[in-house]
């Protein structure tokens, strides 16, 4: 456990202090110690008493005092600081929502190295953030070689995004859609547990996309595949919830589990999955492998088309 530290030598300089300190060590300093240090121009200092501010650690809750320690942090090129000042203003977390903001400390903090800040930044590019219209900011190139970058350093959800491109031709002018190169990079978050590319990689593989022999040189096969589907849907992922759903109900691919089907359909349809909707109303409605329950199923259908 770490020893609180509460005082340093008063022959010891800002630059001495700090020079033996990590970020790791703050949390173990007294406040009275951080505030010292932060006003002293510690900028790892500064960083910690905005955390502490920010989550009421130590000190009363004051997201303003907050802001101003990120942003003397920031100042001072703290990587850490300029990301999550990036954040807030992505967000409007305790800021006025400013994505010209976000993009500016995001870019700082990436030229500094941070991968979190480079990954906002291929989002801001791709438009992921634009409600409306693309932004001054919209740049598929830009986060095109952010997403590779970050994939290739093993970042899961980079590899997911670039999945998706390949997936889906979505760059057809500066990278062709390629379906071998989306498999690869599906494979490679899932490898990490990301539970969305493990629904993409097993939906590829049941829908055809993939030939059967580059699946099986990753020892990928269908029980991979059904393996995948219901730890995403375990996940949450309604699109996972209503393709295991669907193939209980089916029973082409598995055995045929009509009441498994309505538990993981329900699941589905009550986080808005429209095709879950529809086939658990039917399944319930026409009686397809349980009694006829037309009242419930119309209930249900009223419930769904209030929701939409």
């Given at each position: 456990m770490?020893?609180?530290?509460t005082?340093f ?11 033996e ?20 121009g510690?900028?790892n ?21 907050a ?20 954040i ?37 590019y ?117 393709a ?15 009441q ?30 349980i ?18």
């Amino acid at each position: 456990m770490a020893t609180e530290v509460t005082s340093f030598k008063t022959t010891s300089t800002i630059k001495q202090i700090t020079s033996e300190l990590s970020v790791d060590d703050y949390p173990a300093l007294s406040i009275a110690t951080v505030i010292s240090l932060a006003q002293q121009g510690d900028a790892n200092a500064q960083l910690h008493l905005g955390w502490r501010y920010a989550f009421g650690h130590g000190v009363t809750k004051d997201i303003d005092k907050a802001l101003v320690y990120y942003q003397l942090a920031a100042k001072q090129d703290n990587a850490l600081a300029q990301t999550i000042l990036g954040i807030r203003y992505l967000n409007g977390d305790g800021v006025i929502q400013d994505i010209n903001q976000a993009h500016k400390w995001f870019t700082q903090a990436a030229v500094l190295g941070n991968d979190v800040a480079k990954l906002n930044l291929a989002f801001i590019y791709q438009g992921l953030y634009d409600s409306d219209s693309p932004s001054n900011f919209y740049n598929p190139q830009h986060a095109l070689s952010l997403f590779q970058q970050l994939a290739k350093q093993g970042d899961d959800i980079a590899q997911l995004h670039l999945a998706y491109i390949y997936y889906q031709g979505s760059y057809a002018d500066i990278l062709p859609q390629d379906w071998q190169q989306a498999w690869y990079w599906f494979g490679q978050a899932a490898i990490q547990g990301n539970k969305m590319a493990q629904y993409m990689q097993a939906k590829m593989y049941l829908d055809g996309d993939i030939e059967t022999a580059i699946a099986h040189a990753s020892h990928f096969d269908i029980q991979q595949a059904l393996d995948y589907y219901q730890a995403a849907a375990i996940d949450a992922i309604p699109e996972a919830q209503y393709a295991l759903g669907h193939l209980l109900q089916q029973g082409n691919i598995i055995k045929k589990d009509t009441q498994s089907a309505i538990f993981w359909l329900t699941k589905a349809a009550n986080q808005g999955h429209t095709a879950a909707q529809y086939e658990l109303v039917a399944i319930l409605y026409f009686g397809q492998g349980i009694t006829p329950q037309p009242k419930k199923a119309v209930k249900l259908m009223q419930q769904y088309a209030s929701h939409n």
